[in-house]
């Protein structure tokens, strides 16, 4: 069983920056594709980022093109999403999750295993 544990959020002035991580445990890490999702309270969670297997390719939500970047170290069994420029409602509790078969994208059907998420909370 994977377990996905997402570290690295906190509280932030618009225009700053934070970095998450989300680190693997149990299963093949290397063959999941990893995406990031977020959820606003009273919204429903909504696609950030994905990165495939091999780190390769890479695909970003519209709202977030240009100033958050994913990446992952298969060595490390870790995600990370470097967020920039962070506006308030880029405010949220931000999931990492993992989609086994060397499967990514932007759906959140296609993911096998969640973290607990992390809360992002950007202030104007």
């Known amino acids: 069983q994977v ?11 618009a225009g700053g920056s934070l970095r998450l991580s989300c680190a693997a445990s149990g299963g093949t ?3 999941y594709g ?6 606003a309270p009273g919204k429903e ?17 519209d709202s977030v093109k240009g ?5 992952r170290d298969n060595a490390k069994n870790t995600v990370y999403l ?3 420029v962070l ?11 993992a989609a086994k078969g060397f499967t990514s994208g932007p759906y959140y059907t ?5 973290g607990q998420g992390t809360q992002v909370t950007v202030s104007s």
Do not use: H
């Open 3 to 13: 377990q996905l544990v997402e570290s690295g959020g906190g509280l932030v002035q």
């Open 29 to 31: 890490f290397s063959s």
């Open 34 to 39: 990893m995406g990031w999702f977020r959820q």
């Open 45 to 61: 969670r909504e696609f950030v980022a994905t990165i495939s297997w091999s780190g390769g390719s890479t695909s970003y939500a």
């Open 67 to 71: 100033r958050f970047t994913i990446s």
């Open 82 to 84: 470097e967020m920039n």
């Open 87 to 97: 506006k308030p409602e880029d405010t949220a509790v931000y999931y990492c999750a």
């Open 110 to 114: 296609i993911y096998d295993y969640w």
